[in-house]
């Protein structure tokens, strides 16, 4: 497909548990987001990739959250330890990054929930 | 860190009425946008703007930067069903690649 794909789609865990999320971009975008959107909230932003970059992790809640890019592709979200109020939908989106204006464009979404 | 306000939080509007939905910062934005997120979707850019004062329109909508660069509004007009949805402002700083986003104005509309 053309645009950007995540899974799974939906995630329920168990507190406690550790969490993967995937996140494939549109080929040929070099950047990279991950946000989060809580119920009835608006976006928040987790952390960027652009190519080979170092990452900015400015937006990442705490050190339970982590995320790696390999290969300038596919990105994966880890979630250690889980707690309940990581419950949230969790949205990837590419862009080309050749300037700041570029779109972003974003991905369907993982829902997590934490039990 | 940065916040956008955005009003109203929700909406409920006949089919064919006109909409209006505002977001105003603190901070000073060197691009807005629009979004729109469908159940279960991501959100989709409506529209973009990049100049302070520029109104840009596309089809129905129609949206402008304000000229103080801390406020943005968006119009719909003559809604249709398929205009239900969620619609965020999102504010890009000079310079930063990551998006901050409003809270985000639910349009209910009856027919």
């Known amino acids: 497909g053309a645009g950007v794909s995540q899974s799974p789609s939906n995630k329920v865990t168990e507190k406690g548990k550790d969490v993967e999320l995937r996140c494939d971009p549109i080929?040929?975008?070099?950047?990279l987001y991950w946000y989060r959107q809580s119920l009835g909230q608006g976006l928040e932003f987790l952390i960027y990739f652009q190519g080979n970059s170092a990452p900015d992790k400015s937006g990442l809640p705490s050190d339970r959250f982590s995320a790696e890019r390999t290969g300038g592709s596919v990105s994966t979200l880890t979630i250690q330890r889980t707690q309940q109020e990581d419950s949230a939908v969790y949205l990837c989106a590419s862009s080309y990054d050749r300037a700041s204006t570029d779109t972003q464009y974003f991905g369907p979404g993982t829902r997590l929930t934490v039990l | 860190g940065q916040q956008l306000n955005q009003s109203p939080q929700s909406m409920f509007i006949q089919e064919g009425e006109d909409v209006s939905m505002n977001c105003t910062s603190s901070?000073?934005?060197?691009?807005w946008l629009w979004y729109k997120q469908d159940p279960g979707e991501g959100p989709v850019l409506l529209i973009a703007?990049?100049?302070?004062?520029e109104l840009t329109s596309n089809g129905r909508l129609t949206a402008q930067f304000g000229i103080t660069r801390k406020d943005s509004f968006l119009n719909i007009s003559a809604s249709i069903p398929s205009d239900v949805g969620i619609y965020f402002c999102?504010?890009?700083?000079?310079?930063?690649?990551?998006?901050?986003f409003g809270q985000g104005t639910r349009l209910t509309i009856n027919p």
């Open positions: 901070s000073i934005f060197n691009t």
């Open positions: 703007l990049y100049k302070a004062g």
């Open positions: 080929s040929g975008h070099t950047a």
């Open positions: 999102a504010g890009q700083l000079q310079g930063a690649q990551k998006l901050v």
